[in-house]
């Protein structure tokens, strides 16, 4: 059962337009939402995150967006570069269960000249 | 120099072999977790560990164990291995920041594959 989707395995995006990444999940227990990025060979970085009291979460060119009562959230990338080119994991949690994160099975980006 | 390292970065073994996989962190962290990634599934959780003296098991801990020999130090066993543990494997840690779920940091990695 896969509590945590991202139903798109891939996406391609234009350098300087938006990048858009979304994640859809089931369990109404979780309360806070993290996006890794992960490029080849390396493991998976921490990008951003946000907390379930919030709708909005912005650091630099990411902004992440959390829609509870869809059960939904959105990685917006702009403007988008080279770069970024990578595989994008959003990962879910419940406060107070030791940081235990469950991922979704990744949305891999690349971005185009 | 890498904060979480894991050796070996890429192992083939047999199918019924022993094999350990290790990891260290620099970081002064006291969570650490093992993950493991297959295609089309993300990442799964196998094990995790507060201190050296908490060890809990994750979502899919069945043919693996674990042992913390330190703060530093969190190494995952395959006592006999089998082909579909052929996967990408993750050590990650974190710290204790309040009850919230906190950051996580990966290692690079690695990748067996059991023949």
């Known amino acids: 059962d896969q509590q945590v989707k991202q139903n798109s395995p891939s996406l391609s995006v234009q350098e300087g337009r938006i990048s858009i990444l979304n994640c859809d999940y089931t369990n109404s227990m979780f309360d806070y939402f993290l996006w890794y990025k992960k490029y080849p060979a390396e493991g998976p970085t921490f990008l951003i995150s946000?907390?379930?009291?919030?709708d909005k979460n912005e650091d630099g060119r990411f902004t992440v967006f959390l829609n509870k009562s869809a059960k939904h959230l959105s990685l917006h990338i702009v403007p988008s570069q080279p770069g970024d080119s990578a595989v994008y994991f959003c990962?879910?949690?419940?406060?107070?269960?030791?940081?235990?994160?469950?991922f979704g099975t990744g949305t891999r980006l690349q971005v185009t000249l | 120099d890498a904060d979480v390292t894991q050796t070996p970065r890429n192992r083939i073994t047999k199918t019924g072999k022993r094999i350990m996989l290790e990891c260290s962190q620099t970081?002064?962290?006291?969570?650490m977790y093992w993950y493991r990634q297959d295609p089309g599934l993300g990442l799964r959780l196998i094990y995790y560990?507060?201190?050296?003296?908490?060890?809990n098991k994750g979502e899919i801990s069945d043919g693996y164990s674990v042992s913390r020999q330190a703060q530093a130090k969190f190494s995952l066993s395959l006592e006999s291995a089998i082909p579909n543990q052929t996967a990408l494997y993750f050590c990650a840690t974190s710290d204790l920041l309040g009850t919230g779920p906190n950051e996580q940091f990966f290692g690079p990695g690695t990748r067996l594959t059991v023949l």
């Open positions: 560990s507060f201190d050296v003296k908490d060890i």
């Open positions: 990962a879910a949690s419940v406060t107070g269960t030791a940081s235990k994160l469950t």
């Open positions: 970081k002064g962290h006291d969570r």
């Open positions: 946000i907390s379930s009291i919030k």
